[in-house]
């Protein structure tokens, strides 16, 4: 188990693992640490480039390098590597379907005394309907620690979206990612399907809400494009969904969602619960579950809106 | 006896005439962008710079063609098919439905490194490939071809900066300094010069030459595989956009058009008869 590790550190002690193994794994980062890339530019340093504040030319820098049979990671603050540089992964990416890695750190308010300029709850909207490339918004450390692996053999262009929270491990070493959605907890006619952080707060609301709802099943969602089949057929049976991110709602898991079942002519109530700005961005502090709950996303606030969605 | 300088003449007024015809036919293509640095690319792919195989245009040890301005992609078509990467019969099909290509640069089309036609994008994967090169001990060498008003955006800058921090030797930049964006020209916009001192301030080895000049281009493209200075070179080609049609020069109006009517047999006998600007 992987208790105590953030995501970050366990993705990267993971590339490192690689990396040692096989040259051809190289980071780039954009003026970005973390104690277990100090190891990597020390022990690996023929493998790692710092590209000062240079988003831009991360990404660019690291399609060149895949180009010539590389396989890259290319580091920053999650805002900065998807939302600054969006042209150059359209581009250079996804439309030559390059094998380059993207790491961003900070998913939706985990930079949560950093204002909008570090919060990330965009970025699964835009990056998510891109050629070739997938989304995988990580739960928690153990998830983090297998993608640094899968990520060194992929063939195709990747965003790896990590949270800075130290979050509780959901899964078990040796767990099989493939399929993008897992079924968390069993349920009969109404699911929850949540994507990263929230995943965590699905399954407390879940238990809290048992007694009224005992069979509400909550299912993972942390590979976008979403897999059809594998949601589909989590949601067999269901006759309301509800949708839990910690990002906007127009775009987000929840219209991924939607658009599946739509497509698929499975017509049932939805409620999609995430974050919807009013007028401007969160310019608000006091701790993530502050800013949490001024936008609806404590535990009672999402326990009361299914509860009502439900009754 | 023709000489090596008349040969390559001989071969741009070719390749001048197959994309003006290119076009036309098809009523698009950014033919003055093109012919700005017709000599340039003519120099690189037959004056003996770049290595290729046109039989295997996925050869590992090639040298990497980056065509950063990828407007010009109606110039690469033409000397890809007359070196053999694809039939001539090829650019009768330029935009249509059933051809390989369009207006703009795509990575799939054989002997194309990559897809190009937003700038500022081609010089940063121009050093990932040199960079890769250096750390494998490799000997390709990396071309990338800029436009001059392509140098307004930031992401080029952030490159160079990469290349001269990481003495990328086997990179050489190339800028088709056609003194036009689409619209005006560079110094009327924002002012580009003195741009051969900001490469320098950059860390750059610049060379500045007449970019319809194959002695001059020659002069500062040859020879780059084995010297001895740890950075990369930077050819300002100092060139006219629209060069060989002269009624399509200093005006930026014709920037992405194509001549029609009587201008079209007036633009393709200039092109013949070898006309200066």
């Known amino acids: 188990m992987k208790e105590g590790i953030s995501q970050r550190d366990a993705f990267w002690n993971s590339v490192f693992d690689c990396a040692k193994k096989d040259r051809n794994v190289v980071v780039v980062a954009a003026d970005m640490g973390a104690p277990s890339l100090d190891r990597f530019r020390r022990d690996l340093s023929s493998q790692f480039f710092d590209v000062g504040i240079a988003e831009q030319q991360a990404v660019a820098l690291a399609t060149g390098l895949a180009l010539a049979g590389k396989k890259v990671f290319a580091y920053a603050i999650a805002p900065f590597i998807t939302l600054r540089c969006y042209e150059h992964i359209r581009l250079d990416m996804a439309a030559m379907d390059l094998p380059v890695t993207l790491v961003g750190v900070g998913a939706g308010f985990s930079y949560e005394d950093s204002g909008p300029t570090h919060h990330c709850v965009e970025d699964l909207s835009v990056m998510r309907i891109l050629p070739n490339l997938q989304v995988h918004n990580m739960t928690d450390s153990v998830m983090a620690g297998a993608y640094g692996a899968i990520s060194c053999g992929l063939k195709h262009p990747n965003y790896v979206r990590l949270d800075r929270q130290l979050l509780p491990s959901l899964y078990r070493e040796g767990h099989d990612f493939s399929e993008g959605v897992s079924v968390l907890k069993r349920g009969k006619r109404a699911f929850i399907v949540a994507t990263g952080n929230m995943v965590h707060r699905a399954l407390d609301v879940a238990k809290s809400l048992s007694k009224r709802f005992p069979d509400i099943g909550v299912i993972d969602a942390y590979t976008l494009p979403l897999a059809e089949k594998p949601l589909l057929a989590a949601l067999r049976g269901a006759e309301k969904v509800i949708t839990l991110e910690e990002h906007t709602l127009p775009g987000g898991l929840g219209g991924a969602v939607c658009e599946i079942l739509a497509d698929n002519g499975v017509t049932v109530p939805i409620r999609r619960i995430g974050v919807r700005f009013e007028s401007t961005y969160c310019y608000k502090y006091g701790g993530r579950e502050s800013i949490l709950k001024r936008y609806g996303l404590s535990g009672a606030d999402i326990a009361n809106k299914i509860g009502s969605f439900l009754g | ?277």
Request: proline share 4%; hydrophobic share 45%; charged share 25%.
């Open chain 2, 1 to 277: 006896m023709q000489t090596k300088i008349e040969r390559l003449e001989k071969k741009a007024q070719h390749i001048r005439e197959l994309l003006l015809k290119m076009c036309c036919r098809a009523g698009t293509g950014h033919v003055t962008s093109a012919f700005s640095c017709t000599e340039i690319m003519v120099a690189l792919y037959y004056g003996g710079l770049l290595r290729f195989d046109p039989k295997n245009p996925e050869w590992a040890g090639r040298d990497r063609f980056i065509l950063s301005k990828g407007q010009a992609s109606v110039l690469l078509y033409p000397i890809l098919a007359d070196l053999g990467f694809y039939p001539v019969k090829e650019l009768d099909k330029f935009n249509s439905a059933d051809g390989m290509f369009g207006v703009h640069l795509q990575h799939d089309v054989p002997g194309v490194e990559i897809t190009s036609g937003s700038l500022g994008h081609g010089i940063g994967l121009a050093t990932g490939l040199a960079l890769a090169f250096k750390m494998d001990r490799e000997w390709p060498m990396v071309y990338a071809l800029l436009g001059d008003a392509e140098c307004y955006e930031g992401s080029v800058w952030e490159a160079a900066m990469f290349a001269s921090h990481h003495r990328l030797s086997n990179l050489v930049a190339i800028i088709d300094r056609n003194h036009m964006g689409a619209t005006n020209f560079t110094e009327h916009m924002v002012e580009l010069e003195p741009l051969a001192d900001k490469w320098r301030a950059f860390g750059w080895d610049v060379v500045s030459v007449n970019g319809h000049s194959f002695e001059q281009l020659l002069g500062a493209l040859d020879g780059l595989r084995s010297r001895k200075v740890a950075k990369p070179r930077l050819v300002i080609a100092d060139t006219v956009k629209g060069k060989g049609i002269p009624f399509m020069c200093y005006d930026p109006l014709w920037h992405a058009c194509v001549p029609k009517g009587e201008k079209q047999k007036m633009a393709l006998d200039a092109v013949l008869k070898g006309e200066e600007a």
